[in-house]
């Protein structure tokens, strides 16, 4: 193979020549800290044994398991020789999960053995036959042994700025997950946006809690592995690991982040006035819109909740809350950040007035050229290379972005989207419901979790407890209704499309809810 430009793919060499010995991951849950010589040897010996196994550019390589350094390893051994990393949202059923490979249609699915249940139980028939088994914590595995047997030092495959180098599925409004595309200039725009907000210095330290089959976490990645600033992670997040993480003198943390529910869980524990925060220097939250209240609580403990807004086509934050305007400006999305183009666009295509509502359209190197064979998709969601977020916001004469509303039913719980539609979808196969339309509605945990509002066939019934056991090892966890509410039949237009804002405004009151 030939040496590839350094600006798109080998940024591990770049700090590999300035800082051999500096420290470049720390998997906190297995307390096993890397330095970049040794991160890069690991990516190497992961790198052979793709090319071993007849893995080479272009060919998808997928990853299912919990955060951890092989993750990263693994990311970056897949890049190094020009394949396709796909992470796997381990929280999806083996039928989720069994759509998504046959989708992308993999050379290997590297594994995390904890799953090995959901792996038994996906359709064999889209399975790969390179499959390598991880532990996570360095113990004997598959995934191991390729440090004793692939040895000697890898050269990049020649990329340029469109060279696609990961798939990240979210879900559809159909139901069907859709594969957002990722090229090189993607992702270096992905890093570069968070270079002046996130202030990257040679001091900073990033703390990584978000799962890393969602671009939030693996943002962090990107940012950290440019500019050469150490990485710590944890399996998952865990409130009080975290605070304890934070706390630590010796970790240093300086940047952190999460959705708001992870705030709250936060703020809720016993310790939480025990910890010292002052080493924290920029704090970020996003997904879902973050309630005064909780702004001004962690102000208090001297936390400047930095608001940002993006999602998984703009490969992460497009627009963030700085922390010069804050807290004067507090709930609003921030502003545009360099490597995108952001508007605001009326229904009749005409861009919107400064405080006028309308759609939210980005563009440039930060955006996706598409969705993996969805052409219907991107014909929908693309328009004169603008990209359309189905988002309704607004824009004051200053340059800040508000996120007002959604044109998708689409909900957020716990920072993971939910689309109405596939658990309809669901819902749907059972003989009581006649017919339903799911929500959400608020909660104190997850900001939002789902409402199924269900007109029942006659002499049928129906509790909650019915539906969850219907719907276990279908749906996700998090896309599992928590409550549920019974019509005599589903408001509707004149054209049959039922009124769901109109269930958003009436239905929460008739619940009790957390």
Same mark, same amino acid.
């Given at each position: 193979?030939?040496?590839?430009?350094?600006?798109?793919?080998?940024?591990?060499?770049?700090?590999?020549?300035?800082?051999?010995?500096?420290?470049?991951?720390?998997?906190?849950?297995?307390?096993?800290?890397?330095?970049?010589?040794?991160?890069?040897?690991?990516?190497?010996?992961?790198?052979?044994?793709?090319?071993?196994?007849?893995? +080479?550019?272009?060919?998808?390589?997928?990853?299912?398991?919990?955060?951890?350094?092989?993750?990263?390893?693994?990311?970056?051994?897949?890049?190094?020789?020009?394949?396709?990393?796909?992470?796997?949202?381990?929280?999806?059923?083996?039928?989720?999960?069994?759509?998504?490979?046959?989708?992308?249609?993999?050379?290997?699915?590297?594994?995390?053995?904890?799953?090995?249940?959901?792996?038994?139980?996906?359709?064999?028939?889209?399975?790969?036959?390179?499959?390598?088994?991880?532990?996570?914590?360095?113990?004997?595995?598959?995934?191991?042994?390729?440090?004793?047997?692939?040895?000697?030092?890898?050269?990049?495959?020649?990329?340029?700025?469109?060279?696609?180098?990961?798939?990240?599925?979210?879900?559809?409004?159909?139901?069907?997950?859709?594969?957002?595309?990722?090229?090189?200039?993607?992702?270096?725009?992905?890093?570069?946006?968070?270079?002046?907000?996130?202030?990257?210095?040679?001091?900073?330290?990033?703390?990584?809690?978000?799962?890393?089959?969602?671009?939030?976490?693996?943002?962090?990645?990107?940012?950290?592995?440019?500019?050469?600033?150490?990485?710590?992670?944890?399996?998952?997040?865990?409130?009080?690991?975290?605070?304890?993480?934070?706390?630590?003198?010796?970790?240093?943390?300086?940047?952190?982040?999460?959705?708001?529910?992870?705030?709250?869980?936060?703020?809720?524990?016993?310790?939480?006035?025990?910890?010292?925060?002052?080493?924290?220097?920029?704090?970020?939250?996003?997904?879902?819109?973050?309630?005064?209240?909780?702004?001004?609580?962690?102000?208090?403990?001297?936390?400047?909740?930095?608001?940002?807004?993006?999602?998984?086509?703009?490969?992460?934050?497009?627009?963030?809350?700085?922390?010069?305007?804050?807290?004067?400006?507090?709930?609003?999305?921030?502003?545009?950040?360099?490597?995108?183009?952001?508007?605001?666009?009326?229904?009749?295509?005409?861009?919107?007035?400064?405080?006028?509502?309308?759609?939210?359209?980005?563009?440039?190197?930060?955006?996706?050229?598409?969705?993996?064979?969805?052409?219907?998709?991107?014909?929908?969601?693309?328009?004169?290379?603008?990209?359309?977020?189905?988002?309704?916001?607004?824009?004051?004469?200053?340059?800040?972005?508000?996120?007002?509303?959604?044109?998708?039913?689409?909900?957020?719980?716990?920072?993971?989207?939910?689309?109405?539609?596939?658990?309809?979808?669901?819902?749907?196969?059972?003989?009581?419901?006649?017919?339903?339309?799911?929500?959400?509605?608020?909660?104190?945990?997850?900001?939002?979790?789902?409402?199924?509002?269900?007109?029942?066939?006659? +002499?049928?019934?129906?509790?909650?407890?019915?539906?969850?056991?219907?719907?276990?090892?279908?749906?996700?966890?998090?896309?599992?209704?928590?409550?549920?509410?019974?019509?005599?039949?589903?408001?509707?237009?004149?054209?049959?499309?039922?009124?769901?804002?109109?269930?958003?405004?009436?239905?929460?009151?008739?619940?009790?809810?957390?």
């Amino acid at each position: 193979m030939t040496e590839a430009d350094p600006l798109y793919n080998d940024w591990i060499h770049q700090q590999l020549r300035v800082q051999p010995d500096g420290l470049a991951l720390y998997d906190l849950t297995a307390d096993r800290p890397f330095s970049w010589r040794q991160f890069n040897d690991r990516v190497d010996a992961r790198a052979h044994r793709l090319i071993v196994e007849n893995v +080479g550019p272009g060919d998808r390589v997928a990853y299912l398991g919990l955060n951890s350094s092989d993750v990263v390893e693994m990311f970056f051994a897949a890049v190094r020789i020009g394949a396709v990393y796909v992470p796997l949202n381990f929280r999806l059923t083996a039928p989720e999960l069994s759509f998504i490979i046959g989708d992308c249609t993999p050379s290997a699915v590297i594994y995390d053995r904890t799953f090995q249940g959901v792996i038994d139980a996906i359709d064999t028939s889209v399975m790969p036959p390179v499959l390598i088994e991880t532990a996570l914590d360095g113990s004997d595995s598959g995934y191991e042994q390729c440090l004793i047997t692939d040895r000697g030092p890898m050269h990049a495959a020649p990329a340029n700025a469109d060279t696609l180098s990961m798939i990240m599925y979210s879900s559809g409004t159909t139901g069907k997950p859709k594969g957002v595309m990722y090229t090189r200039r993607m992702m270096l725009a992905s890093a570069l946006n968070l270079l002046q907000p996130s202030e990257a210095s040679p001091e900073s330290r990033v703390l990584n809690v978000m799962p890393l089959f969602h671009i939030g976490g693996m943002q962090f990645v990107l940012m950290a592995v440019k500019f050469g600033i150490p990485h710590l992670m944890m399996r998952s997040f865990e409130p009080a690991a975290m605070l304890d993480a934070i706390g630590n003198t010796e970790l240093n943390i300086s940047n952190i982040g999460g959705v708001p529910a992870m705030w709250s869980a936060m703020s809720l524990m016993p310790n939480i006035d025990e910890i010292d925060f002052s080493r924290i220097r920029v704090a970020a939250t996003g997904a879902e819109s973050v309630p005064a209240p909780m702004l001004e609580e962690w102000q208090q403990r001297g936390i400047l909740l930095q608001e940002v807004y993006g999602m998984t086509e703009t490969s992460g934050v497009v627009c963030m809350a700085q922390k010069a305007d804050l807290p004067e400006h507090m709930g609003y999305a921030g502003r545009a950040l360099p490597y995108g183009d952001v508007k605001v666009m009326k229904s009749d295509n005409a861009e919107a007035a400064p405080g006028e509502l309308g759609e939210i359209w980005m563009r440039g190197p930060a955006i996706t050229p598409g969705y993996w064979n969805r052409p219907e998709a991107n014909a929908k969601s693309f328009s004169g290379g603008w990209f359309r977020s189905g988002d309704i916001g607004r824009v004051d004469e200053r340059g800040y972005f508000y996120i007002e509303d959604r044109l998708k039913d689409m909900y957020i719980s716990g920072g993971e989207n939910v689309y109405p539609a596939e658990i309809e979808n669901v819902l749907y196969g059972m003989d009581q419901i006649a017919e339903v339309a799911v929500i959400g509605v608020p909660d104190s945990q997850w900001g939002e979790v789902g409402c199924a509002v269900i007109a029942l066939k006659p +002499g049928q019934s129906l509790d909650l407890s019915d539906i969850g056991a219907f719907v276990q090892g279908k749906l996700a966890s998090f896309k599992q209704p928590r409550h549920v509410a019974f019509v005599e039949a589903l408001p509707r237009n004149a054209t049959g499309k039922v009124l769901k804002f109109q269930l958003r405004t009436t239905i929460p009151e008739t619940l009790t809810l957390q």
